[in-house]
């Protein structure tokens, strides 16, 4: 268990560069993963599973200990993305399913890595993973609602329909997640080290799936939904340190939410696109999971050496 442990976090570790590999290679041989493609939602639901069984009641007790501060990283994660996620979809020139595969991923709630890069970026880790277990428990409620506001003026939306996908492949899952971490806490124990290894495999294969099934698309105008993607994540990067800055929140706090609301859990727009809507609906969200854990990194990086700066020069004004 050991070696499946170093495995394990060296390819957690190395996660962006696995996306990309395998993204290449679907693109170069998408005949090699388009037979992923029926299988995104149960991927995605082991993942989410995982996520379940890693989950404690620390993470929600955080919740009740600082309310307003996890109510401000919530209402920055389903404004900020939703909104910015419009407006590239309505003033730029893409197909309708681009703009609502755009409009997609910018509603869904926060994904787990963020909670990562804000401990690697020594912001609020506790906070990160409060905002992100309320924005996941309140998907099924609020990304179906915020979709059908916003996407309305490209495609009928089924709210309903998405209600029940999030339900399936988020909620039931956790719960699942939890439920086995309860009865069997020796034994999820003993399995925690190999997690990051099913979730990079699992979103490996969605990525890749996504752009086996739309090659022709992606070569066509893959360029101009990377820089939509490149944009989308960087303005909700810093759109969401300010917000954080405008309630007068620590730094770390800041740190926290800022990388909470800039990394989506684009597996979730994928598989939904898949599900719903049209393969090209899922591009965006594909290539938001390759861009965001490169850029999470770079920003992480940024806010650590930030910090150390800034305890650098407190040494320095003390001694």
Request: hydrophobic share 60%; proline share 5%.
């Amino acid at each position: 268990m050991n070696t499946l442990g170093k495995i394990s976090n060296f390819v957690g570790n190395t996660f962006a560069i696995w996306v990309l590999l395998f993204g290449a290679l679907a693109f170069f041989a998408p005949s090699a993963f388009t037979w992923i493609a029926p299988y995104i939602v149960p991927l995605l639901g082991i993942v989410m599973f995982g996520m379940g069984l890693t989950l404690s009641a620390n993470d929600f007790k955080e919740v009740f200990k600082r309310p307003l501060d996890v109510l401000i990283g919530v209402v920055a994660q389903f404004l900020i993305m939703p909104l910015v996620a419009f407006l590239l979809a309505y003033f730029l020139p893409v197909s309708r399913e681009v703009a609502l595969g755009i409009i997609l991923v910018g509603c869904c709630p926060g994904g787990t890595a963020s909670n990562v890069m804000t401990y690697l970026a020594k912001g609020d880790t506790a906070l990160s993973v409060a905002v992100t277990s309320v924005s996941t428990i309140l998907a099924p409620i609020l990304t179906p609602s915020l979709i059908l506001l916003l996407a309305g003026k490209w495609l009928s939306v089924s709210a309903a329909a998405l209600f029940w996908s999030i339900v399936k492949v988020v909620l039931i899952p956790i719960v699942l997640g939890l439920i086995a971490q309860a009865l069997f806490q020796k034994q999820v124990k003993a399995c925690i080290p190999a997690l990051p290894l099913v979730s990079v495999i699992a979103i490996v294969a969605i990525v890749a799936a996504v752009v086996g099934q739309n090659q022709a698309a992606i070569a066509k105008s893959g360029l101009l939904i990377f820089l939509i993607v490149v944009a989308h994540n960087g303005l909700g990067l810093l759109l969401g340190y300010w917000f954080a800055k405008l309630f007068r929140l620590s730094p770390p706090k800041q740190k926290a939410i800022s990388i909470e609301v800039g990394m989506q859990n684009s597996g979730l727009g994928a598989a939904l696109a898949t599900a719903h809507f049209s393969p090209l609906a899922a591009v965006p969200s594909a290539i938001f999971s390759v861009w965001h854990n490169i850029s999470g990194p770079m920003v992480a990086t940024y806010f650590r050496k930030q910090a150390d700066r800034h305890a650098a020069d407190e040494q320095t004004i003390s001694a």
